[in-house]
T-cell receptor, first 116, second 113 residues
Framework: AQKVTQAQTEISVVEKEDVTLDCVYE???????LFWYKQPPSGELVFLIR??????QNEISGRYSWNFQKSTSSFNFTITASQVVDSAVYFC?????????????FGGGTRVLVKP | EPEVTQTPSHQVTQMGQEVILRCVPI?????FYWYRQILGQKVEFLVS????????KSEIFDDQFSVERPDGSNFTLKIRSTKLEDSAMYFC???????????FGPGTRLLVL
């Protein structure tokens, strides 16, 4: 069975502070994908990043960066110099690779509140 | 940029009534999904659909639920006899291929009274 745990339910920061969201996953598969999605107050789910289990290189996209560590089964997400528009719920998700099944297993989400 | 669209954005219904939620996936995508999110909780997988068949479904997706691709563009989720606990946000998603990223629609918020 697959499981994603986001231990932080809510994080509150002041604008321009950095914020790191933790994601720990469990899977018996040797190959899989990891994802982060953003859910702003309007409710939609916005895709942010996909990571292949073979690729442990960290990734940076603007103010966003991701740290994937297979040894600790973690895929953490950092927002640098946070802005009010970053206020949202962020979900980490896991998916098997290949035809074995393509459903996404989501974590419980972390609500980020960025105060001006 | 192509998007997944969903209608209606909100639906209120009485317990026991049938509802149909509609989705238009991204046009060149072949895999379609429904997820739901009960208020304040995690997003849960319901069903995946490919080549006019269900390819995977969760325990939540019982006989009260059905999916259909009635034409070349729409993908629907029907709940035959709604219950109070069906109140949730329902998300449709699509992907070009089984390996590709799933892109989500804006959701339909269903309230069962």
């Amino acid at each position: 069975a697959q499981k994603v745990t986001q231990a932080q339910t809510e994080i509150s920061v002041v604008e321009k502070e950095d914020v790191t969201l933790d994601c720990v996953y469990e899977t018996r598969d040797t190959t899989y994908y990891l994802f982060w999605y953003k859910q702003p107050p309007s409710g939609e789910l916005v895709f942010l990043i996909r990571r292949n289990s073979f690729d442990e290189q960290n990734e940076i996209s603007g103010r966003y960066s991701w740290n994937f560590q297979k040894s600790t089964s973690s895929f953490n997400f950092t927002i640098t110099a946070s802005q009010v528009v970053d206020s949202a719920v962020y979900f980490c998700a896991l998916r098997r690779k290949g035809a074995a099944g393509n459903k996404l297993t989501f974590g419980g989400g972390t609500r980020v509140l960025v105060k001006p | 940029e192509p998007e997944v669209t969903q209608t209606p954005s909100h639906q209120v219904t009485q317990m026991g009534q049938e509802v149909i939620l509609r989705c238009v996936p991204i046009s060149n995508h072949l895999y379609f999904y429904w997820y739901r999110q009960i208020l304040g909780q995690k997003v849960e997988f319901l069903v995946s659909f490919y080549n006019n068949e269900i390819s995977e479904k969760s325990e939540i997706f019982d006989d009260q639920f059905s999916v259909e691709r009635p034409d070349g563009s729409n993908f629907t989720l029907k709940i035959r006899s709604t219950k109070l606990e069906d109140s949730a946000m329902y998300f449709c998603a699509s992907s070009r291929d089984i390996q590709e990223t799933q892109y989500f629609g804006p959701g339909t918020r269903l309230l069962v009274l």
